[in-house]
Protein backbone atom coordinates (compact mmCIF):
# COMPACT_ATOMS: atom_id res chain seq x y z
CA UNK A 1 0.00 0.00 0.00
CA UNK A 2 1.00 3.57 -0.35
CA UNK A 3 0.10 5.68 2.38
CA UNK A 4 0.03 9.61 2.43
CA UNK A 5 0.49 11.02 5.81
CA UNK A 6 -0.68 14.62 6.21
CA UNK A 7 1.12 17.02 8.64
CA UNK A 8 4.58 17.81 10.08
CA UNK A 9 4.88 17.93 13.82
CA UNK A 10 5.86 15.10 16.34
CA UNK A 11 2.23 13.75 15.90
CA UNK A 12 2.44 12.93 12.46
CA UNK A 13 6.34 11.46 13.29
CA UNK A 14 4.86 9.28 15.84
CA UNK A 15 2.24 8.01 12.71
CA UNK A 16 4.95 7.25 9.91
CA UNK A 17 6.96 5.91 12.57
CA UNK A 18 4.17 3.27 13.70
CA UNK A 19 2.66 2.98 9.97
CA UNK A 20 6.03 1.91 8.71
CA UNK A 21 6.27 -1.20 10.18
CA UNK A 22 3.35 -2.44 8.65
CA UNK A 23 4.48 -5.51 6.45
CA UNK A 24 1.08 -3.94 4.15
CA UNK A 25 3.39 -0.70 3.74
CA UNK A 26 5.60 -0.35 0.88
CA UNK A 27 5.75 3.60 0.41
CA UNK A 28 4.73 6.38 2.69
CA UNK A 29 4.68 10.07 2.03
CA UNK A 30 3.86 12.84 4.36
CA UNK A 31 3.36 16.42 3.37
CA UNK A 32 4.79 18.75 4.24
CA UNK A 33 6.80 16.56 6.93
CA UNK A 34 9.81 17.31 8.79
CA UNK A 35 13.85 16.17 8.93
CA UNK A 36 12.99 13.37 11.02
CA UNK A 37 10.18 12.28 9.05
CA UNK A 38 12.30 12.41 6.15
CA UNK A 39 13.95 8.94 7.11
CA UNK A 40 10.65 6.73 7.31
CA UNK A 41 9.06 8.84 4.32
CA UNK A 42 9.10 10.33 1.13
CA UNK A 43 8.56 14.47 2.04
CA UNK A 44 6.37 16.35 -0.46
CA UNK A 45 6.11 19.79 0.13
CA UNK A 46 2.54 20.73 0.34
CA UNK A 47 1.46 22.38 3.56
CA UNK A 48 -1.17 20.29 5.33
CA UNK A 49 -4.10 22.83 4.68
CA UNK A 50 -3.33 23.15 0.81
CA UNK A 51 -6.41 20.31 0.35
CA UNK A 52 -6.73 21.23 -3.43
CA UNK A 53 -2.62 20.21 -3.54
CA UNK A 54 -3.12 16.97 -1.37
CA UNK A 55 -5.49 15.86 -3.37
CA UNK A 56 -4.00 16.39 -7.02
CA UNK A 57 -0.98 14.60 -5.34
CA UNK A 58 -3.00 11.70 -3.87
CA UNK A 59 -4.54 11.04 -7.40
CA UNK A 60 -1.53 11.46 -9.31
CA UNK A 61 0.15 9.19 -6.91
CA UNK A 62 -2.55 6.33 -6.51
CA UNK A 63 -2.14 6.49 -2.64
CA UNK A 64 -4.27 3.91 -1.23
CA UNK A 65 -4.61 5.20 2.64
CA UNK A 66 -4.29 8.92 3.43
CA UNK A 67 -4.18 9.72 7.01
CA UNK A 68 -4.52 12.93 8.41
CA UNK A 69 -2.63 14.21 11.57
CA UNK A 70 -4.21 17.93 12.21
CA UNK A 71 -7.26 19.83 12.93
CA UNK A 72 -7.61 22.24 9.86
CA UNK A 73 -7.60 20.26 6.93
CA UNK A 74 -10.26 18.28 9.06
CA UNK A 75 -12.57 20.84 9.69
CA UNK A 76 -11.64 22.76 6.43
CA UNK A 77 -13.41 19.36 4.82
CA UNK A 78 -10.17 17.32 3.59
CA UNK A 79 -12.04 14.11 4.01
CA UNK A 80 -14.94 15.45 2.09
CA UNK A 81 -13.13 16.28 -0.24
CA UNK A 82 -10.36 12.48 -1.05
CA UNK A 83 -14.24 10.59 -0.20
CA UNK A 84 -15.85 12.69 -3.36
CA UNK A 85 -12.71 11.88 -5.54
CA UNK A 86 -13.02 8.45 -4.77
CA UNK A 87 -9.77 8.08 -2.49
CA UNK A 88 -9.79 6.61 0.78
CA UNK A 89 -8.93 8.65 3.87
CA UNK A 90 -8.48 8.03 7.73
CA UNK A 91 -10.07 10.92 9.50
CA UNK A 92 -13.46 13.12 10.79
CA UNK A 93 -15.14 14.71 7.85
CA UNK A 94 -16.07 18.27 7.81
CA UNK A 95 -19.31 18.21 9.55
CA UNK A 96 -18.32 15.41 12.44
CA UNK A 97 -15.03 17.50 12.59
CA UNK A 98 -16.94 20.86 14.19
CA UNK A 99 -16.61 18.72 17.38
CA UNK A 100 -13.67 20.10 17.61
CA UNK A 101 -13.68 23.08 15.16
CA UNK A 102 -16.65 24.57 17.43
CA UNK A 103 -16.50 24.84 21.03
CA UNK A 104 -20.06 26.18 20.81
CA UNK A 105 -21.53 23.31 18.98
CA UNK A 106 -19.38 20.92 21.09
CA UNK A 107 -21.30 22.41 24.16
CA UNK A 108 -24.23 22.38 22.63
CA UNK A 109 -24.75 18.30 21.92
CA UNK A 110 -22.98 17.79 25.86
CA UNK A 111 -25.49 19.83 27.06
CA UNK A 112 -28.45 18.10 24.74
CA UNK A 113 -27.24 14.42 25.63
CA UNK A 114 -26.11 14.89 29.38
CA UNK A 115 -22.67 14.28 28.82
CA UNK A 116 -20.50 15.54 31.62
CA UNK A 117 -18.91 18.77 31.01
CA UNK A 118 -18.32 22.23 32.96
CA UNK A 119 -21.54 24.30 33.08
CA UNK A 120 -21.22 27.11 30.38
CA UNK A 121 -22.98 30.01 28.40
CA UNK A 122 -22.37 31.07 24.75
CA UNK A 123 -22.32 34.44 23.79
CA UNK A 124 -22.15 36.63 20.32
CA UNK A 125 -22.06 39.72 22.25
CA UNK A 126 -19.56 41.20 24.21
CA UNK A 127 -21.67 43.09 26.70
CA UNK A 128 -23.52 40.10 27.46
CA UNK A 129 -21.01 38.20 28.36
CA UNK A 130 -19.30 40.92 30.98
CA UNK A 131 -22.38 40.73 32.33
CA UNK A 132 -22.12 36.92 32.99
CA UNK A 133 -18.79 37.10 34.26
CA UNK A 134 -19.68 39.68 36.65
CA UNK A 135 -22.62 37.80 37.82
CA UNK A 136 -20.67 34.15 37.98
CA UNK A 137 -17.48 35.85 39.63
CA UNK A 138 -13.73 34.03 39.16
CA UNK A 139 -11.99 31.47 38.67
CA UNK A 140 -13.69 31.54 35.84
CA UNK A 141 -12.54 30.29 31.89
CA UNK A 142 -12.90 32.19 28.66
CA UNK A 143 -12.98 30.13 25.68
CA UNK A 144 -13.02 31.37 21.67
CA UNK A 145 -15.67 29.30 19.44
CA UNK A 146 -13.39 28.36 16.54
CA UNK A 147 -10.20 26.73 16.23
CA UNK A 148 -7.60 29.27 18.20
CA UNK A 149 -4.34 26.87 17.53
CA UNK A 150 -4.62 25.54 21.55
CA UNK A 151 -4.32 29.07 22.48
CA UNK A 152 -8.19 30.13 22.37
CA UNK A 153 -8.89 29.03 25.98
CA UNK A 154 -7.83 31.29 28.93
CA UNK A 155 -8.20 30.51 32.58
CA UNK A 156 -8.84 33.42 34.14
CA UNK A 157 -8.19 33.84 38.39
CA UNK A 158 -10.41 37.05 38.44
CA UNK A 159 -13.01 38.76 36.82
CA UNK A 160 -11.13 42.23 35.45
CA UNK A 161 -8.83 39.31 33.96
CA UNK A 162 -12.30 37.30 32.05
CA UNK A 163 -12.99 40.41 30.74
CA UNK A 164 -10.28 41.69 29.01
CA UNK A 165 -9.79 38.09 27.77
CA UNK A 166 -13.66 38.67 26.38
CA UNK A 167 -12.59 41.78 24.89
CA UNK A 168 -9.36 40.20 23.39
CA UNK A 169 -11.32 37.54 22.02
CA UNK A 170 -14.47 39.71 20.65
CA UNK A 171 -13.60 42.73 20.17
CA UNK A 172 -9.91 42.82 19.14
CA UNK A 173 -10.61 39.51 17.50
CA UNK A 174 -7.32 38.74 18.58
CA UNK A 175 -7.90 34.90 16.72
CA UNK A 176 -9.89 36.47 14.25
CA UNK A 177 -13.34 35.08 12.93
CA UNK A 178 -13.10 32.01 15.68
CA UNK A 179 -13.93 35.01 18.30
CA UNK A 180 -17.10 35.63 17.01
CA UNK A 181 -18.55 33.85 19.53
CA UNK A 182 -16.99 33.14 23.28
CA UNK A 183 -18.00 30.49 25.42
CA UNK A 184 -17.54 31.57 28.99
CA UNK A 185 -17.39 28.25 31.39
CA UNK A 186 -17.31 27.12 35.17
CA UNK A 187 -13.59 26.57 36.39
CA UNK A 188 -13.18 22.87 37.02
CA UNK A 189 -10.82 21.24 39.21
CA UNK A 190 -8.70 18.14 39.26
CA UNK A 191 -6.53 15.69 37.48
CA UNK A 192 -6.61 16.17 33.49
CA UNK A 193 -5.98 12.76 30.99
CA UNK A 194 -6.25 12.20 27.50
CA UNK A 195 -8.64 9.71 26.25
CA UNK A 196 -8.26 8.90 22.35
CA UNK A 197 -10.17 6.27 20.69
CA UNK A 198 -10.66 5.10 17.25
CA UNK A 199 -14.08 4.53 15.89
CA UNK A 200 -16.14 3.46 12.81
CA UNK A 201 -19.34 5.64 14.05
CA UNK A 202 -20.34 2.18 16.32
CA UNK A 203 -17.50 0.02 17.54
CA UNK A 204 -15.29 2.40 20.14
CA UNK A 205 -11.88 1.02 20.05
CA UNK A 206 -10.10 3.08 22.82
CA UNK A 207 -6.52 3.40 22.86
CA UNK A 208 -4.16 3.40 26.18
CA UNK A 209 -4.97 6.36 28.34
CA UNK A 210 -2.98 9.43 28.30
CA UNK A 211 -1.56 12.69 30.29
CA UNK A 212 -0.67 15.97 28.30
CA UNK A 213 1.55 18.94 30.47
CA UNK A 214 0.54 21.60 28.99
CA UNK A 215 2.28 25.29 30.77
CA UNK A 216 5.54 25.63 29.87
CA UNK A 217 7.23 25.56 32.82
CA UNK A 218 7.99 23.23 35.81
CA UNK A 219 4.63 23.13 38.20
CA UNK A 220 2.77 23.80 35.78
CA UNK A 221 3.34 27.43 35.75
CA UNK A 222 3.79 29.77 33.16
CA UNK A 223 1.45 30.08 30.04
CA UNK A 224 -0.15 27.36 27.76
CA UNK A 225 1.36 25.70 24.71
CA UNK A 226 0.38 22.63 22.82
CA UNK A 227 1.95 20.33 24.86
CA UNK A 228 5.22 20.06 27.09
CA UNK A 229 5.54 15.92 27.51
CA UNK A 230 3.23 13.32 28.21
CA UNK A 231 3.15 9.71 29.49
CA UNK A 232 1.21 6.70 29.11
CA UNK A 233 -1.29 5.22 30.83
CA UNK A 234 -2.73 7.86 33.07
CA UNK A 235 -3.11 6.43 36.50
CA UNK A 236 -5.97 8.55 36.71
CA UNK A 237 -7.65 6.80 34.18
CA UNK A 238 -8.62 4.00 36.84
CA UNK A 239 -11.07 0.82 35.70
CA UNK A 240 -13.72 2.76 36.74
CA UNK A 241 -13.04 6.11 35.28
CA UNK A 242 -12.33 4.22 31.88
CA UNK A 243 -15.56 2.96 32.55
CA UNK A 244 -17.47 6.03 32.63
CA UNK A 245 -15.64 7.84 29.93
CA UNK A 246 -16.55 4.67 27.69
CA UNK A 247 -20.04 4.55 29.00
CA UNK A 248 -21.41 8.32 29.59
CA UNK A 249 -18.84 9.93 27.14
CA UNK A 250 -17.71 8.69 24.03
CA UNK A 251 -20.79 6.09 23.75
CA UNK A 252 -23.12 8.85 24.18
CA UNK A 253 -21.63 11.55 21.70
CA UNK A 254 -20.75 9.11 18.77
CA UNK A 255 -24.36 7.65 19.20
CA UNK A 256 -25.75 11.44 19.34
CA UNK A 257 -22.95 12.98 16.32
CA UNK A 258 -24.99 9.79 14.18
CA UNK A 259 -28.57 11.08 14.97
CA UNK A 260 -27.87 14.61 14.10
CA UNK A 261 -26.42 13.13 10.55
CA UNK A 262 -22.58 13.75 11.53
CA UNK A 263 -21.48 10.11 11.61
CA UNK A 264 -18.29 10.14 13.31
CA UNK A 265 -15.56 8.06 11.48
CA UNK A 266 -11.47 8.08 13.03
CA UNK A 267 -10.24 9.09 16.02
CA UNK A 268 -11.93 11.21 18.61
CA UNK A 269 -10.12 12.71 21.74
CA UNK A 270 -11.78 13.67 25.14
CA UNK A 271 -9.29 16.04 26.92
CA UNK A 272 -10.81 15.25 30.59
CA UNK A 273 -10.92 16.97 34.19
CA UNK A 274 -11.34 14.07 36.60
CA UNK A 275 -12.20 14.66 39.83
CA UNK A 276 -13.24 12.25 43.01
CA UNK A 277 -13.25 9.43 40.06
CA UNK A 278 -15.77 11.33 38.01
CA UNK A 279 -14.65 12.50 34.66
CA UNK A 280 -15.86 15.77 32.72
CA UNK A 281 -15.24 17.21 28.97
CA UNK A 282 -12.90 20.09 29.00
CA UNK A 283 -12.86 19.30 24.76
CA UNK A 284 -13.23 17.13 21.99
CA UNK A 285 -10.71 16.99 19.33
CA UNK A 286 -11.21 15.61 16.09
CA UNK A 287 -7.94 14.29 15.40
CA UNK A 288 -4.83 12.23 17.51
CA UNK A 289 -2.96 14.69 20.13
CA UNK A 290 -0.02 16.29 20.51
CA UNK A 291 2.11 14.95 22.19
CA UNK A 292 0.22 11.87 23.33
CA UNK A 293 0.49 10.48 20.40
CA UNK A 294 4.18 9.55 20.96
CA UNK A 295 3.88 7.76 23.88
CA UNK A 296 0.51 5.64 23.21
CA UNK A 297 1.77 4.71 19.82
CA UNK A 298 5.47 3.57 21.40
CA UNK A 299 3.05 1.29 23.62
CA UNK A 300 0.79 0.17 20.65
CA UNK A 301 1.77 -3.06 19.64
CA UNK A 302 0.44 -4.65 16.55
CA UNK A 303 -0.33 -3.25 13.00
CA UNK A 304 -2.02 0.34 13.04
CA UNK A 305 -3.10 -0.02 9.24
CA UNK A 306 -5.60 -2.12 9.61
CA UNK A 307 -7.69 -0.33 12.64
CA UNK A 308 -7.44 2.55 10.55
CA UNK A 309 -8.95 1.27 7.17
CA UNK A 310 -11.37 -0.91 9.68
CA UNK A 311 -12.67 2.86 10.98
CA UNK A 312 -13.37 4.14 7.76
CA UNK A 313 -15.28 0.84 6.34
CA UNK A 314 -17.16 -0.11 9.34
CA UNK A 315 -16.21 -2.98 10.81
CA UNK A 316 -13.48 -1.57 13.87
CA UNK A 317 -15.67 -4.89 15.98
CA UNK A 318 -13.65 -6.74 14.73
CA UNK A 319 -10.39 -5.50 15.70
CA UNK A 320 -8.46 -5.27 18.98
CA UNK A 321 -5.56 -3.70 20.17
CA UNK A 322 -3.02 -5.12 22.71
CA UNK A 323 -0.96 -2.79 24.45
CA UNK A 324 3.43 -3.23 25.82
CA UNK A 325 2.32 -3.13 29.66
CA UNK A 326 5.57 -1.07 29.75
CA UNK A 327 4.87 2.96 30.66
CA UNK A 328 5.89 5.17 28.18
CA UNK A 329 6.98 9.04 28.81
CA UNK A 330 7.25 12.06 26.03
CA UNK A 331 9.48 14.81 26.96
CA UNK A 332 9.05 17.70 24.52
CA UNK A 333 12.13 19.94 23.86
CA UNK A 334 11.24 23.49 22.31
CA UNK A 335 13.09 26.28 21.16
CA UNK A 336 14.03 29.20 23.54
CA UNK A 337 10.71 31.50 24.06
CA UNK A 338 8.24 29.07 23.14
CA UNK A 339 5.63 29.49 23.21
CA UNK A 340 6.02 33.39 21.87
CA UNK A 341 8.37 34.28 19.34
CA UNK A 342 11.40 31.67 19.40
CA UNK A 343 14.12 31.40 17.54
CA UNK A 344 14.89 28.58 14.76
CA UNK A 345 18.25 27.42 12.97
CA UNK A 346 20.23 26.56 15.94
CA UNK A 347 22.23 23.20 15.29
CA UNK A 348 20.91 19.96 17.27
CA UNK A 349 23.61 18.10 18.98
CA UNK A 350 23.42 14.00 19.92
CA UNK A 351 20.69 13.07 17.64
CA UNK A 352 22.84 9.91 17.30
CA UNK A 353 23.91 9.17 20.28
CA UNK A 354 20.11 8.59 21.14
CA UNK A 355 19.43 6.55 17.82
CA UNK A 356 21.75 3.91 20.12
CA UNK A 357 19.89 3.79 22.85
CA UNK A 358 17.50 1.29 23.32
CA UNK A 359 13.76 1.36 24.11
CA UNK A 360 13.85 5.40 23.37
CA UNK A 361 12.86 7.27 19.73
CA UNK A 362 13.60 10.91 19.06
CA UNK A 363 10.36 11.75 17.49
CA UNK A 364 10.92 15.20 15.42
CA UNK A 365 8.24 18.08 14.98
CA UNK A 366 10.34 21.47 14.42
CA UNK A 367 13.24 20.32 12.55
CA UNK A 368 15.03 20.97 9.06
CA UNK A 369 18.15 19.86 7.20
CA UNK A 370 20.72 22.32 6.85
CA UNK A 371 24.02 21.73 4.81
CA UNK A 372 23.63 18.07 5.79
CA UNK A 373 23.04 19.00 9.61
CA UNK A 374 20.16 18.77 11.76
CA UNK A 375 18.56 22.48 12.96
CA UNK A 376 15.65 23.90 14.78
CA UNK A 377 12.86 24.45 12.69
CA UNK A 378 9.62 25.68 15.18
CA UNK A 379 8.89 25.82 18.46
CA UNK A 380 8.22 22.37 19.60
CA UNK A 381 11.39 20.32 18.44
CA UNK A 382 11.66 17.05 19.22
CA UNK A 383 9.23 14.94 21.74
CA UNK A 384 12.18 12.52 23.06
CA UNK A 385 9.80 9.10 23.90
CA UNK A 386 10.97 5.97 26.07
CA UNK A 387 9.31 2.75 27.56
CA UNK A 388 10.20 1.77 31.32
CA UNK A 389 9.60 -1.39 33.13
CA UNK A 390 7.59 0.96 35.40
CA UNK A 391 6.75 4.81 35.59
CA UNK A 392 10.00 5.79 37.51
CA UNK A 393 12.15 3.94 35.10
CA UNK A 394 10.47 5.37 31.68
CA UNK A 395 11.02 8.55 32.82
CA UNK A 396 14.83 7.91 34.09
CA UNK A 397 15.50 6.68 30.29
CA UNK A 398 13.50 9.55 28.95
CA UNK A 399 15.35 11.74 30.27
CA UNK A 400 18.80 10.25 30.33
CA UNK A 401 18.39 10.89 26.11
CA UNK A 402 16.93 14.27 26.58
CA UNK A 403 19.94 15.18 28.61
CA UNK A 404 22.60 13.89 25.77
CA UNK A 405 20.51 16.34 23.22
CA UNK A 406 21.39 20.23 22.99
CA UNK A 407 21.27 23.24 20.77
CA UNK A 408 21.44 26.63 21.71
CA UNK A 409 18.47 27.97 23.97
CA UNK A 410 16.85 24.53 24.44
CA UNK A 411 13.90 24.56 27.09
CA UNK A 412 12.01 21.50 28.63
CA UNK A 413 10.28 20.56 31.43
CA UNK A 414 12.08 18.65 34.41
CA UNK A 415 9.07 16.96 35.85
CA UNK A 416 7.28 15.54 32.97
CA UNK A 417 5.65 12.13 34.58
CA UNK A 418 5.83 13.36 38.05
CA UNK A 419 1.90 13.30 38.59
CA UNK A 420 1.92 9.99 38.22
CA UNK A 421 4.38 8.86 40.80
CA UNK A 422 1.63 10.14 43.56
CA UNK A 423 -0.10 7.07 42.88
CA UNK A 424 2.22 4.66 43.13
P1 LIG B 1 -8.85 22.98 26.13
O1 LIG B 1 -8.13 23.43 24.91
O2 LIG B 1 -10.32 23.27 26.14
O3 LIG B 1 -8.52 21.58 26.57
O4 LIG B 1 -8.23 23.88 27.30
C1 LIG B 1 -6.84 24.02 27.49
C2 LIG B 1 -6.52 23.86 28.95
O5 LIG B 1 -7.23 24.84 29.73
C3 LIG B 1 -6.95 22.51 29.52
O6 LIG B 1 -6.01 21.53 29.30
C4 LIG B 1 -7.14 22.87 30.99
O7 LIG B 1 -5.89 22.85 31.64
C5 LIG B 1 -7.64 24.27 30.95
N1 LIG B 1 -9.12 24.30 31.02
C6 LIG B 1 -9.99 24.28 30.00
N2 LIG B 1 -11.27 24.31 30.42
C7 LIG B 1 -11.21 24.36 31.77
C8 LIG B 1 -12.20 24.40 32.81
N3 LIG B 1 -13.51 24.45 32.53
N4 LIG B 1 -11.76 24.43 34.08
C9 LIG B 1 -10.44 24.43 34.37
N5 LIG B 1 -9.47 24.39 33.45
C10 LIG B 1 -9.84 24.35 32.16
N1 LIG C 1 -2.02 17.76 23.46
C1 LIG C 1 -3.24 18.44 23.30
C2 LIG C 1 -3.83 18.33 21.97
O1 LIG C 1 -3.36 17.58 21.12
O2 LIG C 1 -4.81 18.99 21.73
Same mark, same amino acid.
Given at each position: ??????????? %?? $???????????????????????????????????????????? /????????????? *????????????? &??? @??????????????????????????????????????????????????? $?????????????????????? *? %????????????????????? $???? *????? %?? /????????????????????????????????????? /???????????????????? @????????????????????????????????? *???????????????????????????????????????????????????????????????????????? &?????????????? @??????????????????????????? %????? $????? &???????????????????
Amino acid at each position: MKILVVGGGGR %EH $ALVWKIAQSPKVTRIYCAPGNAGISEQATIVPIKANDLNGLLEF /ALQEKIDLTVVGP *EDPLTQGIVDLFE &SKG @LFIFGANRKAAEIEGSKAFAKEMMKKYHIPTAFCEIFDNRNEAVKYIRKQG $APIVVKTDGLAAGKGVIVCQTV *E %EAIQSVDKIMVEKIFGEAGNR $AVIE *EYLVG %EE /ASYIAFTDGKTILPMASSQDHKPIFDGDQGPNTGGMG /AYSPAPVVTEGVHEKIIEKI @LRPIIYSMGEKGRPYKGVLYAGLMIHGGYPKVL *EFNARFGDPETQPVLMRMKGDIVPILEACMRGNLSQHQIEWDNRPSVCVVMASKGYPGDYEKGKIIRGLKEV &SRMEGVYAFHAGTA @LRDGQMITNGGRVLGVTGLGEDIPRAI %ERTYQ $AVKKI &SWDGVHYRTDIGQKALCWL
